[in-house]
């Protein structure tokens, strides 16, 4: 009989260090998810809202004055491939403020939900069995914000250069073309 509490005292102890040990790593894990939230965030912010809104207003006034000019001369090709990219670079940042405040708020819903799955695993809460799905299921969904992030932080940055780049042959092509510029 004594032998039969000690080896039930020895499997409690095993099975306790066993659970602390996966408790140690799915807190780590979580701590991970949450540097890259924070990275997320951060990215997101070098993204200047204020410039992207000025390039569209720029682009717009381009472009509306590019439309007043159209009938009065015909484009060669190079200048209208140029003015092609040009307007893609337009459509790309108007998309692209409503995509990074998505962005933001996926990655702000996403930092709450890891910072309440952490609790529960700190305390104990909830299904222990799921912590490991959970923690799967947050990493999947962070990796995907992740991605978006960085693809959104591509595309303003190739708009900007299109734009930026573009935008002194425009504005030569309108005072060459349309009498009301100076």
């Given at each position: 009989m004594k032998w039969f509490s000690v080896c039930f005292l020895?499997?409690?102890?095993?099975?306790?260090?066993?659970?602390?040990?996966?408790?140690?790593?799915?807190?780590a894990d979580l701590d991970q998810l949450k540097r890259t939230s924070d990275?997320?965030?951060?990215?997101?912010?070098?993204?200047n809202i204020s410039e992207l809104e000025a390039l569209l207003v720029q682009s717009i006034e381009g472009l509306e004055l590019m439309k007043q000019s159209f009938g009065k001369d015909t484009l060669d090709l190079e200048f209208a491939r140029m003015l092609e990219r040009y307007y893609l670079a337009y459509?790309?940042?108007?998309?692209?403020?409503?995509?990074?405040?998505l962005c933001k708020l996926g990655n702000k819903l996403e930092t709450e939900r890891i910072r309440l799955l952490k609790r529960d695993i700190e305390y104990g809460s909830g299904d222990r069995v799921d912590y490991e799905k959970n923690i799967k299921t947050e990493t999947r969904e962070l990796t995907k914000i992740r991605n978006h992030s960085i693809e959104l932080k591509r595309r303003f940055e190739k708009a900007k250069s299109a734009i930026e780049q573009f935008q002194p042959e425009l504005e030569r092509y309108l005072t060459q073309n349309v009498p009301s510029i100076p």
């Open positions: 020895g499997l409690i102890f095993v099975l306790s260090a066993a659970c602390s040990g996966k408790k140690a790593q799915y807190i990275s997320i965030t951060f990215d997101l912010k070098k993204i459509m790309d940042l108007k998309t692209l403020e409503n995509e990074i405040d």
